[in-house]
Protein backbone atom coordinates (compact mmCIF):
# COMPACT_ATOMS: atom_id res chain seq x y z
CA UNK A 1 0.00 0.00 0.00
CA UNK A 2 1.62 3.62 -0.88
CA UNK A 3 1.81 6.29 1.81
CA UNK A 4 -0.72 7.94 0.55
CA UNK A 5 -3.34 5.46 0.83
CA UNK A 6 -2.42 4.83 4.42
CA UNK A 7 -2.42 7.81 5.21
CA UNK A 8 -4.96 9.40 7.96
CA UNK A 9 -6.39 12.19 5.49
CA UNK A 10 -6.94 9.33 2.87
CA UNK A 11 -8.62 7.21 5.65
CA UNK A 12 -10.75 9.31 6.68
CA UNK A 13 -12.15 10.28 3.25
CA UNK A 14 -12.88 6.44 2.74
CA UNK A 15 -14.85 6.47 6.37
CA UNK A 16 -16.59 9.54 5.32
CA UNK A 17 -17.94 8.76 2.14
CA UNK A 18 -19.21 5.47 3.06
CA UNK A 19 -21.24 7.43 5.70
CA UNK A 20 -22.18 10.29 3.03
CA UNK A 21 -23.30 7.45 0.13
CA UNK A 22 -26.61 7.01 1.96
CA UNK A 23 -28.08 10.35 1.23
CA UNK A 24 -29.26 11.57 -2.12
CA UNK A 25 -28.29 14.60 -3.69
CA UNK A 26 -32.11 15.56 -3.02
CA UNK A 27 -31.85 15.10 0.38
CA UNK A 28 -28.73 17.27 1.03
CA UNK A 29 -30.38 19.79 -1.02
CA UNK A 30 -33.64 19.45 0.64
CA UNK A 31 -31.74 19.50 4.41
CA UNK A 32 -29.91 22.31 3.57
CA UNK A 33 -31.75 25.50 2.40
CA UNK A 34 -28.04 27.56 1.83
CA UNK A 35 -26.06 24.45 0.10
CA UNK A 36 -25.67 26.96 -3.27
CA UNK A 37 -24.15 29.69 -0.83
CA UNK A 38 -21.88 27.15 1.27
CA UNK A 39 -20.64 25.49 -2.17
CA UNK A 40 -20.38 27.98 -4.41
CA UNK A 41 -17.76 30.56 -5.34
CA UNK A 42 -17.20 33.97 -7.75
CA UNK A 43 -14.19 34.82 -9.16
CA UNK A 44 -14.49 37.94 -11.14
CA UNK A 45 -16.90 37.19 -13.78
CA UNK A 46 -16.89 33.01 -13.22
CA UNK A 47 -19.09 31.60 -10.90
CA UNK A 48 -18.33 27.99 -9.74
CA UNK A 49 -21.52 25.89 -8.27
CA UNK A 50 -20.09 22.53 -6.95
CA UNK A 51 -22.95 21.91 -4.85
CA UNK A 52 -24.66 19.24 -6.84
CA UNK A 53 -21.55 17.35 -5.34
CA UNK A 54 -22.17 14.35 -3.19
CA UNK A 55 -20.55 16.56 -0.49
CA UNK A 56 -21.37 18.23 2.82
CA UNK A 57 -18.84 20.79 5.23
CA UNK A 58 -17.03 18.09 6.75
CA UNK A 59 -16.12 16.49 3.14
CA UNK A 60 -14.69 19.96 2.06
CA UNK A 61 -13.09 20.03 5.56
CA UNK A 62 -11.33 16.57 5.15
CA UNK A 63 -10.72 17.19 1.56
CA UNK A 64 -8.33 20.12 2.72
CA UNK A 65 -6.67 18.04 5.07
CA UNK A 66 -6.24 15.98 2.29
CA UNK A 67 -4.50 19.06 0.75
CA UNK A 68 -2.52 19.95 3.30
CA UNK A 69 -1.26 16.73 4.44
CA UNK A 70 -0.09 16.16 0.40
CA UNK A 71 2.14 19.95 1.23
CA UNK A 72 -0.06 21.75 -1.06
CA UNK A 73 0.42 24.97 0.04
CA UNK A 74 4.19 24.66 0.00
CA UNK A 75 4.26 23.03 -3.59
CA UNK A 76 2.63 25.81 -4.95
CA UNK A 77 5.13 28.06 -3.88
CA UNK A 78 7.46 26.10 -5.38
CA UNK A 79 6.24 26.16 -8.92
CA UNK A 80 5.98 30.10 -8.18
CA UNK A 81 9.14 30.08 -7.31
CA UNK A 82 10.79 28.51 -9.93
CA UNK A 83 11.50 25.73 -8.56
CA UNK A 84 12.66 22.53 -10.22
CA UNK A 85 9.33 20.70 -9.53
CA UNK A 86 9.22 18.98 -13.20
CA UNK A 87 11.76 16.50 -11.68
CA UNK A 88 12.26 13.38 -14.12
CA UNK A 89 13.27 16.62 -16.67
CA UNK A 90 14.82 18.48 -14.02
CA UNK A 91 13.49 21.72 -15.04
CA UNK A 92 10.87 24.17 -13.40
CA UNK A 93 7.32 24.92 -14.67
CA UNK A 94 7.40 28.88 -15.34
CA UNK A 95 4.44 28.92 -17.60
CA UNK A 96 3.32 31.76 -15.01
CA UNK A 97 5.81 33.79 -15.87
CA UNK A 98 4.76 34.30 -19.19
CA UNK A 99 1.27 36.30 -18.10
CA UNK A 100 2.52 37.55 -14.90
CA UNK A 101 4.28 40.99 -13.77
CA UNK A 102 7.39 39.27 -12.62
CA UNK A 103 9.91 39.48 -11.24
CA UNK A 104 9.76 35.28 -11.45
CA UNK A 105 13.45 33.91 -10.78
CA UNK A 106 15.28 30.57 -12.75
CA UNK A 107 18.30 29.91 -10.96
CA UNK A 108 18.60 32.84 -9.12
CA UNK A 109 17.81 35.05 -12.54
CA UNK A 110 14.76 37.09 -13.31
CA UNK A 111 13.22 35.69 -16.69
CA UNK A 112 10.36 38.45 -17.28
CA UNK A 113 12.67 40.08 -19.08
CA UNK A 114 13.43 37.53 -21.70
CA UNK A 115 9.39 36.96 -21.50
CA UNK A 116 8.85 40.68 -22.40
CA UNK A 117 11.64 40.62 -25.23
CA UNK A 118 9.54 37.86 -26.81
CA UNK A 119 6.24 39.82 -26.36
CA UNK A 120 7.69 42.79 -27.78
CA UNK A 121 8.72 41.15 -31.12
CA UNK A 122 5.59 39.19 -31.45
CA UNK A 123 3.71 42.52 -30.78
CA UNK A 124 5.55 44.46 -33.80
CA UNK A 125 5.46 41.33 -36.17
CA UNK A 126 1.70 40.66 -35.51
CA UNK A 127 1.13 44.65 -36.13
CA UNK A 128 2.76 44.09 -39.60
CA UNK A 129 0.95 41.14 -40.66
CA UNK A 130 -2.28 42.57 -39.67
CA UNK A 131 -1.57 46.18 -41.07
CA UNK A 132 -0.23 44.51 -44.34
CA UNK A 133 2.78 46.38 -44.10
CA UNK A 134 4.72 43.34 -44.14
CA UNK A 135 3.70 41.31 -47.14
CA UNK A 136 4.02 37.91 -49.36
CA UNK A 137 6.73 37.85 -51.96
CA UNK A 138 4.66 39.14 -54.82
CA UNK A 139 3.63 42.15 -53.08
CA UNK A 140 0.26 41.33 -51.71
CA UNK A 141 -0.80 41.44 -48.06
CA UNK A 142 -0.95 38.16 -46.10
CA UNK A 143 -4.49 36.62 -46.41
CA UNK A 144 -3.83 33.01 -44.32
CA UNK A 145 -1.69 31.69 -41.80
CA UNK A 146 -0.80 28.12 -41.36
CA UNK A 147 -0.17 27.01 -38.03
CA UNK A 148 1.74 23.70 -38.23
CA UNK A 149 2.32 21.87 -35.27
CA UNK A 150 0.81 19.11 -32.83
CA UNK A 151 0.03 18.50 -29.03
CA UNK A 152 0.45 21.93 -27.59
CA UNK A 153 1.77 23.20 -30.27
CA UNK A 154 -1.84 22.72 -31.95
CA UNK A 155 -4.59 22.22 -29.88
CA UNK A 156 -4.34 25.45 -27.44
CA UNK A 157 -3.96 28.22 -29.94
CA UNK A 158 -6.51 26.44 -32.58
CA UNK A 159 -8.87 26.15 -29.95
CA UNK A 160 -8.75 29.83 -28.47
CA UNK A 161 -9.04 31.09 -31.94
CA UNK A 162 -12.26 29.26 -32.26
CA UNK A 163 -13.51 30.78 -28.68
CA UNK A 164 -13.06 34.17 -29.62
CA UNK A 165 -13.67 34.71 -33.10
CA UNK A 166 -15.83 37.78 -33.16
CA UNK A 167 -12.52 39.16 -32.03
CA UNK A 168 -10.74 38.11 -35.12
CA UNK A 169 -9.27 39.81 -37.87
CA UNK A 170 -12.17 39.50 -41.11
CA UNK A 171 -8.94 40.13 -43.28
CA UNK A 172 -7.08 36.81 -42.48
CA UNK A 173 -8.07 33.26 -42.21
CA UNK A 174 -6.22 31.16 -39.55
CA UNK A 175 -5.58 27.21 -40.31
CA UNK A 176 -4.16 24.69 -38.40
CA UNK A 177 -2.91 21.35 -40.12
CA UNK A 178 -1.23 18.78 -36.78
CA UNK A 179 -2.45 15.12 -38.39
CA UNK A 180 0.33 13.46 -40.12
CA UNK A 181 -1.93 12.31 -42.39
CA UNK A 182 -1.59 14.23 -45.81
CA UNK A 183 -5.26 14.83 -45.94
CA UNK A 184 -5.33 17.47 -42.96
CA UNK A 185 -2.35 19.51 -45.27
CA UNK A 186 -3.83 18.70 -48.53
CA UNK A 187 -7.55 19.78 -48.09
CA UNK A 188 -6.03 23.55 -45.94
CA UNK A 189 -3.98 23.78 -49.14
CA UNK A 190 -6.48 22.96 -51.57
CA UNK A 191 -8.02 26.67 -51.21
CA UNK A 192 -4.77 28.70 -50.25
CA UNK A 193 -2.77 30.92 -52.45
CA UNK A 194 1.31 30.52 -51.90
CA UNK A 195 1.63 34.49 -52.52
CA UNK A 196 -0.76 35.39 -49.46
CA UNK A 197 0.45 32.28 -47.15
CA UNK A 198 2.26 32.75 -43.94
CA UNK A 199 3.13 29.15 -42.37
CA UNK A 200 4.01 29.19 -38.88
CA UNK A 201 6.15 26.30 -37.65
CA UNK A 202 5.30 25.53 -34.07
CA UNK A 203 7.20 23.23 -32.04
CA UNK A 204 9.23 23.32 -28.73
CA UNK A 205 11.47 20.57 -29.56
CA UNK A 206 11.58 21.23 -33.83
CA UNK A 207 11.75 17.48 -34.03
CA UNK A 208 8.44 15.83 -33.56
CA UNK A 209 7.46 13.98 -36.73
CA UNK A 210 4.30 15.42 -37.79
CA UNK A 211 5.03 18.22 -37.60
CA UNK A 212 8.90 18.11 -39.28
CA UNK A 213 6.89 15.98 -42.27
CA UNK A 214 4.06 18.29 -42.69
CA UNK A 215 6.42 21.87 -42.50
CA UNK A 216 8.51 20.00 -45.43
CA UNK A 217 5.64 19.16 -47.67
CA UNK A 218 4.09 22.58 -46.77
CA UNK A 219 7.64 23.96 -48.49
CA UNK A 220 7.40 22.09 -51.04
CA UNK A 221 4.13 23.02 -52.42
CA UNK A 222 4.79 26.52 -51.87
CA UNK A 223 7.81 25.93 -53.90
CA UNK A 224 5.78 24.03 -56.09
CA UNK A 225 3.37 26.65 -56.76
CA UNK A 226 5.00 29.61 -57.85
CA UNK A 227 7.49 30.58 -54.37
CA UNK A 228 11.43 30.57 -54.73
CA UNK A 229 13.64 29.29 -52.53
CA UNK A 230 14.19 33.26 -51.60
CA UNK A 231 11.08 33.83 -50.77
CA UNK A 232 10.66 31.05 -47.84
CA UNK A 233 12.24 33.40 -45.51
CA UNK A 234 9.24 35.57 -46.35
CA UNK A 235 6.61 32.99 -45.94
CA UNK A 236 7.71 30.42 -43.10
CA UNK A 237 8.59 31.44 -39.42
CA UNK A 238 9.33 28.85 -36.58
CA UNK A 239 8.65 29.35 -33.04
CA UNK A 240 10.43 27.03 -30.62
CA UNK A 241 12.92 26.21 -27.90
CA UNK A 242 15.43 24.43 -30.32
CA UNK A 243 17.60 27.47 -32.29
CA UNK A 244 20.03 24.60 -33.96
CA UNK A 245 16.72 22.25 -35.52
CA UNK A 246 15.29 25.58 -36.75
CA UNK A 247 18.19 26.84 -38.61
CA UNK A 248 18.90 23.13 -40.22
CA UNK A 249 15.28 23.32 -41.58
CA UNK A 250 16.27 26.53 -43.58
CA UNK A 251 14.19 29.20 -41.50
CA UNK A 252 16.36 32.32 -40.62
CA UNK A 253 16.89 32.51 -36.75
CA UNK A 254 15.75 36.25 -37.57
CA UNK A 255 12.47 34.90 -38.10
CA UNK A 256 12.23 32.68 -35.11
CA UNK A 257 10.71 33.29 -32.07
CA UNK A 258 11.90 31.50 -28.78
CA UNK A 259 9.96 29.75 -25.91
CA UNK A 260 11.94 28.14 -23.31
CA UNK A 261 12.32 24.54 -21.58
CA UNK A 262 10.58 25.91 -18.82
CA UNK A 263 7.24 25.72 -21.27
CA UNK A 264 5.68 22.76 -20.79
CA UNK A 265 4.35 21.82 -24.78
CA UNK A 266 0.91 21.79 -23.41
CA UNK A 267 1.07 25.23 -20.70
CA UNK A 268 2.14 27.03 -24.13
CA UNK A 269 -0.41 28.87 -25.54
CA UNK A 270 0.75 31.68 -23.54
CA UNK A 271 4.17 31.62 -25.07
CA UNK A 272 5.08 32.38 -28.44
CA UNK A 273 3.76 29.33 -29.43
CA UNK A 274 0.01 31.55 -29.18
CA UNK A 275 1.55 33.99 -32.35
CA UNK A 276 -1.31 32.64 -34.58
CA UNK A 277 -3.89 33.59 -31.73
CA UNK A 278 -2.43 36.96 -31.65
CA UNK A 279 -2.60 37.48 -35.16
CA UNK A 280 -5.57 36.75 -35.05
CA UNK A 281 -7.20 38.29 -32.60
CA UNK A 282 -4.37 41.75 -32.50
CA UNK A 283 -2.03 41.83 -29.97
CA UNK A 284 -4.27 43.52 -27.27
CA UNK A 285 -6.71 41.12 -26.78
CA UNK A 286 -3.75 38.92 -26.48
CA UNK A 287 -2.78 40.74 -23.58
CA UNK A 288 -6.11 40.53 -22.69
CA UNK A 289 -6.11 36.61 -22.62
CA UNK A 290 -2.57 36.75 -20.72
CA UNK A 291 -3.99 39.19 -18.42
CA UNK A 292 -7.24 36.72 -17.67
CA UNK A 293 -4.74 34.08 -17.01
CA UNK A 294 -2.54 36.30 -14.54
CA UNK A 295 -5.36 37.21 -12.31
CA UNK A 296 -6.22 33.63 -11.98
CA UNK A 297 -2.60 32.70 -11.08
CA UNK A 298 -2.93 35.47 -8.04
CA UNK A 299 -5.93 33.94 -6.88
CA UNK A 300 -4.46 30.53 -6.95
CA UNK A 301 -1.26 31.43 -4.98
CA UNK A 302 -2.78 33.80 -2.33
CA UNK A 303 -6.10 32.96 -2.00
CA UNK A 304 -6.28 29.94 1.10
CA UNK A 305 -7.42 26.45 -0.16
CA UNK A 306 -10.90 27.22 1.25
CA UNK A 307 -11.33 29.58 -1.10
CA UNK A 308 -9.25 28.88 -4.23
CA UNK A 309 -11.37 28.46 -7.09
CA UNK A 310 -8.62 25.66 -8.66
CA UNK A 311 -7.89 24.02 -5.59
CA UNK A 312 -11.94 23.60 -4.81
CA UNK A 313 -12.27 21.77 -8.22
CA UNK A 314 -9.36 19.37 -8.04
CA UNK A 315 -10.43 18.19 -4.78
CA UNK A 316 -13.73 17.68 -5.97
CA UNK A 317 -12.33 15.62 -8.67
CA UNK A 318 -10.13 13.79 -6.13
CA UNK A 319 -13.50 13.05 -4.11
CA UNK A 320 -14.57 11.96 -7.44
CA UNK A 321 -12.24 9.87 -8.75
CA UNK A 322 -10.66 8.49 -6.08
CA UNK A 323 -13.38 8.24 -3.17
CA UNK A 324 -16.72 8.16 -5.45
CA UNK A 325 -15.87 5.79 -8.29
CA UNK A 326 -15.94 7.93 -11.03
CA UNK A 327 -13.95 6.00 -14.45
CA UNK A 328 -14.43 9.64 -16.79
CA UNK A 329 -15.33 13.12 -16.53
CA UNK A 330 -17.51 15.15 -19.05
CA UNK A 331 -16.73 18.79 -19.96
CA UNK A 332 -19.91 19.97 -21.71
CA UNK A 333 -19.74 23.63 -22.92
CA UNK A 334 -23.02 25.28 -23.17
CA UNK A 335 -21.40 27.54 -25.74
CA UNK A 336 -20.21 26.42 -29.86
CA UNK A 337 -17.05 28.96 -29.43
CA UNK A 338 -15.92 26.71 -26.32
CA UNK A 339 -16.50 23.14 -29.10
CA UNK A 340 -12.49 22.57 -28.95
CA UNK A 341 -12.27 23.02 -25.17
CA UNK A 342 -12.59 19.01 -23.83
CA UNK A 343 -10.01 18.25 -26.20
CA UNK A 344 -7.66 21.16 -24.93
CA UNK A 345 -8.16 20.15 -21.70
CA UNK A 346 -7.64 16.21 -22.86
CA UNK A 347 -4.16 16.78 -23.01
CA UNK A 348 -4.03 19.34 -20.44
CA UNK A 349 -5.58 16.83 -17.64
CA UNK A 350 -4.61 13.22 -19.69
CA UNK A 351 -1.06 13.87 -20.79
CA UNK A 352 -0.24 15.82 -17.20
CA UNK A 353 -1.34 13.35 -14.75
CA UNK A 354 -2.52 9.64 -16.64
CA UNK A 355 0.86 7.87 -14.45
CA UNK A 356 1.54 5.15 -12.64
CA UNK A 357 4.85 5.99 -11.16
CA UNK A 358 4.79 9.00 -8.44
CA UNK A 359 7.36 11.03 -8.02
CA UNK A 360 9.74 8.91 -6.34
CA UNK A 361 9.39 6.25 -8.55
CA UNK A 362 7.15 4.21 -6.85
CA UNK A 363 4.00 2.59 -8.30
CA UNK A 364 0.99 3.66 -6.97
CA UNK A 365 -2.09 2.10 -6.27
CA UNK A 366 -4.96 4.46 -6.70
CA UNK A 367 -6.54 6.25 -9.83
CA UNK A 368 -4.58 9.29 -11.21
CA UNK A 369 -5.84 11.08 -13.86
CA UNK A 370 -9.14 10.79 -15.61
CA UNK A 371 -10.47 9.77 -19.20
CA UNK A 372 -11.39 13.25 -19.85
CA UNK A 373 -13.86 14.04 -22.90
CA UNK A 374 -17.16 15.77 -24.37
CA UNK A 375 -18.91 18.00 -26.58
CA UNK A 376 -21.01 21.44 -26.81
CA UNK A 377 -24.37 21.60 -25.18
CA UNK A 378 -27.22 20.72 -25.90
CA UNK A 379 -25.77 18.43 -28.85
CA UNK A 380 -24.56 15.98 -26.77
CA UNK A 381 -28.07 15.82 -25.20
CA UNK A 382 -29.05 14.52 -28.13
CA UNK A 383 -26.22 11.71 -28.73
CA UNK A 384 -24.73 10.65 -25.34
CA UNK A 385 -26.37 12.23 -22.37
CA UNK A 386 -29.39 8.66 -22.12
CA UNK A 387 -25.84 7.72 -20.68
CA UNK A 388 -25.58 10.17 -18.52
CA UNK A 389 -28.92 10.08 -16.87
CA UNK A 390 -29.44 6.17 -16.64
CA UNK A 391 -26.43 4.34 -17.34
CA UNK A 392 -25.07 2.54 -14.38
CA UNK A 393 -20.99 4.15 -14.65
CA UNK A 394 -20.27 7.01 -12.14
CA UNK A 395 -19.23 10.34 -14.52
CA UNK A 396 -18.22 13.58 -12.95
CA UNK A 397 -18.69 16.38 -15.50
CA UNK A 398 -18.32 20.12 -15.76
CA UNK A 399 -21.28 22.04 -17.18
CA UNK A 400 -19.94 25.31 -18.50
CA UNK A 401 -22.03 28.48 -19.93
CA UNK A 402 -21.90 32.26 -20.64
CA UNK A 403 -24.61 34.82 -19.18
CA UNK A 404 -23.90 36.40 -22.41
CA UNK A 405 -24.15 34.68 -25.89
CA UNK A 406 -21.17 36.09 -28.29
CA UNK A 407 -23.70 35.99 -31.31
CA UNK A 408 -27.46 37.19 -30.04
CA UNK A 409 -30.09 35.83 -32.14
CA UNK A 410 -34.12 35.68 -31.09
CA UNK A 411 -34.01 33.53 -28.17
CA UNK A 412 -31.68 31.32 -28.52
CA UNK A 413 -29.34 31.79 -25.77
CA UNK A 414 -32.42 31.57 -23.51
CA UNK A 415 -33.15 28.15 -24.72
CA UNK A 416 -29.73 26.98 -24.64
CA UNK A 417 -29.78 28.18 -21.33
CA UNK A 418 -32.81 26.40 -20.14
CA UNK A 419 -31.70 23.84 -20.98
CA UNK A 420 -28.52 23.81 -19.41
CA UNK A 421 -30.12 24.74 -16.12
CA UNK A 422 -32.44 21.75 -16.96
CA UNK A 423 -29.44 19.41 -17.06
CA UNK A 424 -27.92 19.58 -13.66
CA UNK A 425 -31.42 19.43 -12.12
CA UNK A 426 -32.21 16.43 -13.51
CA UNK A 427 -29.29 14.52 -13.24
CA UNK A 428 -28.91 15.50 -9.25
CA UNK A 429 -33.00 15.07 -8.54
CA UNK A 430 -33.91 12.02 -11.10
CA UNK A 431 -37.32 10.89 -11.19
CA UNK A 432 -38.82 8.37 -8.64
CA UNK A 433 -40.90 5.52 -8.90
CA UNK A 434 -43.62 7.31 -7.36
CA UNK A 435 -43.71 10.72 -9.60
CA UNK A 436 -43.32 8.04 -12.86
CA UNK A 437 -46.17 6.25 -11.17
CA UNK A 438 -48.71 9.88 -10.68
CA UNK A 439 -47.79 11.28 -14.46
CA UNK A 440 -48.96 7.38 -16.14
CA UNK A 441 -51.99 7.30 -13.74
CA UNK A 442 -52.67 10.53 -14.83
CA UNK A 443 -52.49 9.81 -18.85
CA UNK A 444 -54.95 7.21 -18.26
CA UNK A 445 -52.41 4.17 -18.62
CA UNK A 446 -53.68 0.80 -18.10
CA UNK A 447 -51.97 -1.17 -14.83
CA UNK A 448 -50.40 -3.31 -17.07
CA UNK A 449 -48.96 -1.10 -19.84
CA UNK A 450 -48.26 0.98 -16.74
CA UNK A 451 -45.87 -1.79 -14.78
CA UNK A 452 -44.21 -2.46 -17.73
CA UNK A 453 -42.85 0.86 -18.58
CA UNK A 454 -42.31 2.21 -14.95
CA UNK A 455 -38.49 1.21 -14.53
CA UNK A 456 -37.90 2.38 -18.19
CA UNK A 457 -38.55 5.75 -16.88
CA UNK A 458 -37.13 6.01 -13.35
CA UNK A 459 -34.22 8.27 -13.37
CA UNK A 460 -32.14 7.38 -10.07
CA UNK A 461 -30.44 11.15 -10.58
CA UNK A 462 -28.33 11.61 -7.72
CA UNK A 463 -25.48 12.31 -10.74
CA UNK A 464 -22.68 15.14 -9.43
CA UNK A 465 -21.88 18.06 -11.69
CA UNK A 466 -20.33 21.10 -11.42
CA UNK A 467 -21.91 24.32 -12.97
CA UNK A 468 -19.50 27.05 -14.20
CA UNK A 469 -21.59 30.32 -15.52
CA UNK A 470 -19.64 33.34 -16.62
CA UNK A 471 -20.65 36.99 -17.65
CA UNK A 472 -19.43 36.77 -21.50
CA UNK A 473 -16.63 34.91 -23.34
CA UNK A 474 -13.69 36.85 -24.23
CA UNK A 475 -10.55 36.74 -23.63
CA UNK A 476 -9.94 37.62 -20.33
CA UNK A 477 -12.80 35.50 -19.04
CA UNK A 478 -11.27 32.52 -21.07
CA UNK A 479 -7.61 33.13 -19.52
CA UNK A 480 -8.77 32.97 -16.38
CA UNK A 481 -10.73 29.92 -17.40
CA UNK A 482 -7.74 27.69 -19.10
CA UNK A 483 -5.34 29.16 -15.91
CA UNK A 484 -7.72 27.54 -13.45
CA UNK A 485 -8.21 23.96 -15.33
CA UNK A 486 -4.41 24.01 -15.41
CA UNK A 487 -4.02 24.79 -11.90
CA UNK A 488 -6.67 21.93 -10.72
CA UNK A 489 -4.11 19.55 -13.02
CA UNK A 490 -1.13 21.01 -10.75
CA UNK A 491 -3.22 20.71 -7.47
CA UNK A 492 -4.25 16.74 -8.37
CA UNK A 493 -0.49 16.12 -8.86
CA UNK A 494 0.42 17.17 -5.54
CA UNK A 495 -2.44 15.29 -3.72
CA UNK A 496 -1.19 12.29 -5.94
CA UNK A 497 2.26 12.74 -5.97
CA UNK A 498 2.93 12.66 -9.76
CA UNK A 499 5.00 14.56 -11.88
CA UNK A 500 2.22 16.54 -14.32
CA UNK A 501 5.09 18.06 -16.23
CA UNK A 502 6.62 14.91 -18.01
CA UNK A 503 4.62 12.62 -20.49
CA UNK A 504 7.44 9.84 -20.67
CA UNK A 505 4.15 7.59 -22.07
CA UNK A 506 4.20 8.90 -25.37
CA UNK A 507 7.77 8.28 -26.09
CA UNK A 508 6.91 4.41 -26.83
CA UNK A 509 4.47 4.61 -29.96
CA UNK A 510 6.92 7.16 -31.32
CA UNK A 511 9.98 4.24 -31.32
CA UNK A 512 8.26 1.22 -32.49
CA UNK A 513 6.45 3.67 -35.37
CA UNK A 514 10.18 4.25 -36.34
CA UNK A 515 10.98 0.85 -36.31
CA UNK A 516 7.95 -0.19 -38.16
CA UNK A 517 8.27 2.78 -40.77
CA UNK A 518 11.04 1.14 -41.94
CA UNK A 519 9.76 -1.89 -42.36
CA UNK A 520 6.61 -0.35 -44.49
CA UNK A 521 8.68 0.51 -47.22
CA UNK A 522 10.11 -2.65 -48.03
CA UNK A 523 8.55 -5.60 -50.08
CA UNK A 524 9.67 -8.18 -47.57
CA UNK A 525 7.28 -10.28 -45.37
CA UNK A 526 7.63 -8.93 -41.84
CA UNK A 527 7.79 -11.78 -39.62
CA UNK A 528 9.36 -10.09 -35.83
CA UNK A 529 6.31 -8.61 -33.95
CA UNK A 530 3.84 -10.83 -32.96
CA UNK A 531 1.37 -12.36 -34.85
CA UNK A 532 -1.54 -9.88 -34.90
CA UNK A 533 0.82 -7.02 -35.92
CA UNK A 534 2.78 -9.14 -38.40
CA UNK A 535 -0.40 -9.90 -40.25
CA UNK A 536 -1.82 -6.20 -40.20
CA UNK A 537 1.50 -5.01 -41.35
CA UNK A 538 1.86 -7.68 -44.07
CA UNK A 539 -2.39 -7.05 -44.74
CA UNK A 540 -1.35 -3.41 -45.43
CA UNK A 541 1.86 -4.21 -47.26
CA UNK A 542 -0.01 -6.52 -50.33
CA UNK A 543 -3.03 -3.27 -50.89
CA UNK A 544 -1.09 0.13 -50.16
O1 LIG B 1 2.77 14.20 -27.55
C1 LIG B 1 3.96 14.51 -26.94
C2 LIG B 1 4.36 15.93 -27.11
O2 LIG B 1 5.66 16.06 -26.66
C3 LIG B 1 3.44 16.93 -26.39
O3 LIG B 1 3.71 17.03 -25.03
C4 LIG B 1 3.72 18.18 -27.14
O4 LIG B 1 2.77 19.17 -26.91
C5 LIG B 1 3.69 17.64 -28.56
O5 LIG B 1 4.31 16.36 -28.47
C6 LIG B 1 4.37 18.49 -29.58
O6 LIG B 1 5.72 18.69 -29.29
P1 LIG B 1 6.56 19.80 -30.02
O7 LIG B 1 6.00 21.13 -29.66
O8 LIG B 1 7.96 19.63 -29.51
O9 LIG B 1 6.49 19.55 -31.49
Redesign the pocket.
Known amino acids: MSTLTHSPAWNALHDHRTILSGHHLRDLFEQDEDRFDKFSLLFNDILIDYSKQPINSESMTLLMTLARQQGLEEWIRKMFRGERVNNTENRAALHVALRGEGPFHLDGVDITPSVKRVLMQMDSYTQAIRSGELKGYSGSRFTDVVNI ?5 DLGPSMVIDALKPYTSSHIVTHFVSNIDGTNLIETLKSLNPETTLFII ?7 QE ?1 MTNARSAREWFIAHGGREKDIAKHFIAVSSNREEVEKFGIDPSNMFEFWDWV ?3 YSLWSAIGLPIAIAIGMENFYQLLDGASRMDHHFKSTPLEKNLPVILALIGIWQINFCGATTHAVLPYDQSLHRLPAYLQ ?1 IEM ?1 SNGKTADRDGRSVDYSTGVVLWGEPGTNGQHAFYQLLHQGNQIISSDFLAPCQSQNPIGNHHTLLMANFFAQTESLMKGRTESEVRDELVSQGMSSDALEKLLPHKIFSGNRASNSILFKRLDPQTLGSLLAMYEHKVFVQSVIWNVNPFD ?1 WG ?1 ELGKKLAGSILSELKGDSHVTRYDSSSNGLINHFKKNC
Open positions: GIGGSSSKTFTTTGGRQEQV
